[in-house]
């Protein structure tokens, strides 16, 4: 937007950034076609994951300080926002003092984000439940075909199907194989040729990488 | 320093794909284009913020995960040009009615991209003061995100919420589930396929796939863009021709 | 979708106090059900009880199915920590099978989360709190533990895992293991591939080497990996704890995952019948209506 | 430590109830440590990628500047005037990333398109069967379910017919798939549910507790005995 007066070099001065940034995704893109691949595209592939680091470290940061400001204010918060940055700063010392591979570092994040992981991930279940009772309704025909098609899903992935006819799992996974499997293809593939045509849009500079 | 090219096929593709979207850019200016309904609905979402008064949650999850190049990553990584912009939008349409808007992410290079581009629409509503850098939430892992947001959308009784991103293994439901319990918009737009199931249970406007990809053309007044969003349905059309003359020509034994 | 909704449930408690107590009554009295044996599960039993032939590039790869000696490298490079708990029975009874077969188990976990869950949930069970002081251990079970690099690691490893990576999880030298003696180049040396809903296998390995891969995960994970199964990379898939009561049935190892089928099917069954009614009811009324 | 465990778990589900101090305290301990862990594993990892690797035997090995520059230069988003190296940075670990992946794009839909038209009509040569009848229906979904992907009014309008249909091969994907993602992800709650009553030290008590609390709470509010408001609105 508002660049259409602007002439070719002006452009390509302004989004400079962007232009290295090309020029660099295309030295790393033919490593794909090359065997084995070249120096430099490896060493720029290797630097920027070495590099990845400190945007994780600043953000990181950031979060705590953000709670240590929250302290500080006596926010509402304050005994949650004690818990995160105390939690944080145990876990810091921790590592810092005996290393990552710490014992008691490891328990702490597999008995707090590892299973927080999977207790989200379980209530996932529920949560599909619940608008699955309160929603489904055959409004539509194409709502009709939806609850039609769920049920059999139901049947074919409990033992449900199996014990009203064989030919009900069966089906069930015949749909699953062959139509669910087309459609997964056609999903992500469309994302695919969008991923190329974003890229198509950053060459012509007609995409934006920064703010202004 | 010697090496082979390989993987020619793949090459010609990749080469024949650019050239025809490069020359989509110039021929296919002025096509008409259908809607994208998260878009729009993205604006709506803010005015009904304002009108519920709360804020209104922006959260893309795992977008711009895998910035080290993992096989699937192309997808995390596209969605990042479209949703901050969309983001800068948003703050430019939200900053002048007072509506705050709370961000969630757990990638550490989108958070800092997330935080320019909302300083920049803040900047250009005329408004810099309205902008919170805190409101910028970065989480180590999705579940914190997860647990965060359930936790600020009852807290802050949301009353809008704008989710276009990833999330591991569908949990946006969880996330979902709980804007229910506030009644809150929900418009989603889900870069892989299984949290779009998802979001096409519950949400009130859904893009998906390339649809998500696209936005950033879609909010630019410049006909180029758009016109290579042309150009990828001849990419389209193509891929449908493989299948079904191919499809005719390897079954009759032609190829 | 859901302009259409109209609440009928209005305290979604409800739901919520339902599917718990469904579970709590399923986990305590388990009965056997019947269960399908869909084609990918029988086709991963196959491929371990009498092999397969993987054929993506000249020559064939002839793989006899796992006996003594069989050098099986299992990557738990997905998001078994976040699965595990659909995975766990599953996961059980294939390992035992693959221990009472006499298979060379070499085992990598992609990511600290993974390798904890592991080493929580199984490793004590099959070779109790210390696996490296189990006899088998080095001759018959190796652990890499957590070895960053994804698939670049793979990549690497094809040609030479030992010099990348000399040391196993507990610190030990793997040249001095008795089983990594023929078990480092892995294009070749690997026998048998396992991923624990393990991603890009397919182009590193299957159509470069022929090497057998199976795939085992959670049960919608099937939606992500089924792709590669009807293409052929993938020689059988095992998912969810479904796939585990069907490879209890295969194989006649028993396990605990027909409880959970229970909880599966007495879900069902509601779910089944509260959108049946709940249909019958709304097109009722409508009528009604009319 | 089993007790924490269970307690994370079953807190987290405490949120369905309403929003309350177990959830929020589970909640402040996932993000707390979650944090802490990720800068140790931060630091971990630039120490033995970076750090280590930049003086070897006393001599500086030059590949290592660079990933010290890119580092570094993403602190200047805090310096204004120097935003734009920054911007750069980020930038370039954008189109790094995207390099690394793009061409996985081709590859796919290259070998997936004539794959899918190989074997569409199997069936004249291999006969009718269950798995040539399904991989010409993979190949006719296929197509349907890529033309509704169509932007243009010259793409969509004549294949009209074909879109809708193509709409419907989607739905069939999802509905599977919220089906199949809620029995596969029940199993998780099964898993843990037999592991507080079957793991040593049993903690089955700790989710009937908080259910017991929630429970009298739901009849008289406990926040009535701290005497306080809370800022809990739902």
């Known amino acids: ?212 | 320093m010697s090496f082979q090219l390989v993987r020619v096929d793949i090459l010609a593709v990749f080469i024949v794909s650019f050239g025809t979207l490069l020359v989509s850019a110039f021929v296919l200016k002025g096509t008409k284009l259908r809607q994208i309904p998260t878009v729009e609905a993205s604006f709506e979402a803010v005015r009904v913020a304002t009108e519920k008064g709360t804020p209104l949650l922006f959260d893309t999850g795992w977008t711009g995960a895998n910035f080290w190049g993992h096989s699937s990553g192309l997808t995390t990584l596209a969605f990042v040009p479209a949703t901050l912009e969309l983001l800068k939008q948003i703050s430019k349409e939200a900053a002048p009615l007072g509506v705050r808007i709370i961000t969630g992410t757990t990638n550490a290079v989108y958070a800092m991209m997330s935080r320019d581009f909302m300083e920049a629409g803040y900047a250009e509503a005329g408004h810099p003061e309205a902008f919170v850098p805190e409101d910028i939430n970065f989480y180590p892992d999705n579940t914190g995100l997860v647990m965060s947001d359930v936790d600020k959308i009852h807290r802050y009784n949301i009353g809008a919420a704008v989710m276009i991103g990833g999330h591991n293994q569908t949990s946006n439901i969880v996330i979902y589930e709980a804007l229910h319990a506030t009644g809150a918009m929900l418009v989603a737009g889900e870069i892989w396929p299984n949290d779009n199931s998802m979001a096409a249970l519950v949400a009130d406007y859904l893009s998906f796939a390339e649809e998500n990809i696209a936005i950033g053309a879609y909010l630019s007044d410049d006909p180029v863009p758009k016109a290579i969003l042309a150009g990828e349905d001849l990419i389209k059309a193509f891929l449908i021709g493989v299948v079904v003359i191919g499809g005719l020509l390897f079954g009759l034994g032609v190829l | 979708m859901n302009e259409m909704a109209k609440i009928n449930w209005k305290d979604t408690r409800l739901i919520y106090i339902m599917v718990f107590g469904i579970i709590y009554i399923s986990s305590l009295a388990p009965i056997a059900l019947p269960v399908p044996i869909v084609q990918w599960s029988k086709d991963f039993y196959t491929t371990i009880n009498e092999g397969v032939t993987v054929d993506f590039n000249d020559p064939p790869r002839e793989f006899g199915g796992v006996e003594e000696g069989t050098r099986v490298f299992v990557l738990n490079s997905g998001e078994t920590s976040k699965l595990w708990g659909d995975m766990s029975e599953a996961v059980t009874t294939v390992w035992k099978d693959l221990r009472a077969r006499g298979a060379n188990i070499l085992l990598w976990s992609s990511s600290p989360d993974n390798a904890a869950t592991l080493n929580k949930y199984l490793l004590p069970l099959m070779y109790g709190i210390n696996p490296q002081n189990h006899p088998d251990y080095g001759v018959k079970f190796v652990n890499l533990g957590y070895v960053a690099g994804g698939n670049q690691l793979l990549e690497q490893w094809k040609d030479d895992l030992i010099a990348i990576t000399p040391y196993d999880a507990y610190g030990n030298s793997l040249a001095d293991m008795p089983m990594m003696s023929n078990f480092n180049e892995l294009k070749v040396e690997a026998d048998l591939m396992i991923g624990l809903d393990a991603r890009g296998l397919e182009t590193i390995y299957v159509v470069r080497y022929n090497t057998p891969v199976l795939e085992m995960g959670g049960t919608d994970s099937a939606s992500y990996l089924a792709l590669s199964y009807t293409a052929g990379y993938f020689k059988g898939m095992i998912m969810g704890q479904r796939g585990g009561a069907e490879y209890e049935i295969l194989s006649g190892i028993a396990g605990k995952a027909r409880s959970y089928l229970q909880n599966t099917f007495t879900i069902s069954t509601i779910m089944v019948i509260i959108m049946i009614v709940a249909n019958v009811q709304y097109v009722l009324k409508k009528k009604e209506e009319n | 430590m089993p007790y924490l465990n269970t307690f994370i778990f079953f807190a987290a589900y405490s949120v369905l109830y309403k929003n309350n101090p177990m959830y929020r305290l589970a909640q402040s301990l996932v993000v707390g440590v979650g944090a802490g862990y990720l800068l140790v594993a931060n630091i971990n990892a630039f120490n033995r990628g970076v750090i280590m690797n930049t003086f070897v035997n006393g001599n500086i090995n030059w590949a290592m500047l660079l990933p010290w520059i890119l580092g570094l230069a993403y602190l200047c988003i805090f310096i204004p005037r120097l935003i734009n190296v920054y911007r750069a940075v980020s930038i370039l670990t954008l189109t790094v990333g995207m390099g690394v992946v793009l061409p996985y794009g081709p590859a796919l839909f290259w070998t997936v398109s004539v794959g899918y038209a190989q074997n569409a009509l199997n069936f004249l040569s291999e006969g009718l069967s269950v798995s040539t009848l399904g991989q010409l229906l993979t190949a006719v979904c296929y197509a349907l379910a890529l033309s509704y992907f169509f932007f243009t009014d010259y793409a969509a309008k004549p294949t009209t017919a074909f879109r809708k249909l193509g709409r419907v091969v989607l739905l069939v994907y999802t509905a599977m798939t919220i089906t199949t993602t809620a029995l596969g992800k029940i199993n998780l709650v099964q898993w843990k549910v037999l592991d507080t009553l079957q793991g040593v030290p049993a903690t089955w008590w700790i989710p009937a507790l908080m259910f017991i609390v929630m429970l009298i709470d739901n009849f008289y509010p406990l926040r009535n005995l701290i005497g306080k408001g809370s800022e809990v609105s739902s």
Do not use: C
């Open chain 1, 1 to 212: 937007m508002g660049q259409q007066g602007d002439s070719i070099a002006d452009q390509i001065l302004a989004n400079l950034p962007t232009v290295v940034g090309l020029i660099g995704m295309f030295i790393i893109a033919s490593l794909y076609w090359t065997d084995p691949g070249w120096d430099f595209a490896v060493t720029l592939r290797n630097s920027v994951t070495l590099s990845l680091p400190w945007p994780v470290g600043i953000v990181s940061v950031l979060l705590i300080r953000r709670h240590v400001r929250n302290i500080m204010r006596s926010e509402s918060t304050l005994p949650y926002d004690v818990v995160i940055v105390g939690s944080a700063a145990v876990m810091v010392v921790l590592g810092l003092v005996s290393g990552p591979g710490d014992a008691t570092l490891a328990a702490l994040y597999a008995n707090v984000n590892i299973i927080g992981t999977m207790s989200v991930i379980s209530a996932i279940a529920i949560s599909i439940l619940s608008p699955m009772i309160r929603i489904y309704r055959a409004k539509t025909w194409t709502m009709a075909f939806l609850i039609g098609l769920s049920i059999l899903a139901f049947m074919t992935y409990s033992p449900l199907g199996q014990m009203i006819h064989p030919i009900i799992p069966q089906l069930g996974d015949f749909v699953q194989i062959y139509i669910s499997g087309a459609s997964d293809s056609a999903f992500w593939i469309s994302t695919y040729i969008g991923a190329i045509a974003l890229i198509t849009r950053m060459i012509l500079l007609k995409e934006k990488l920064k703010p202004n």
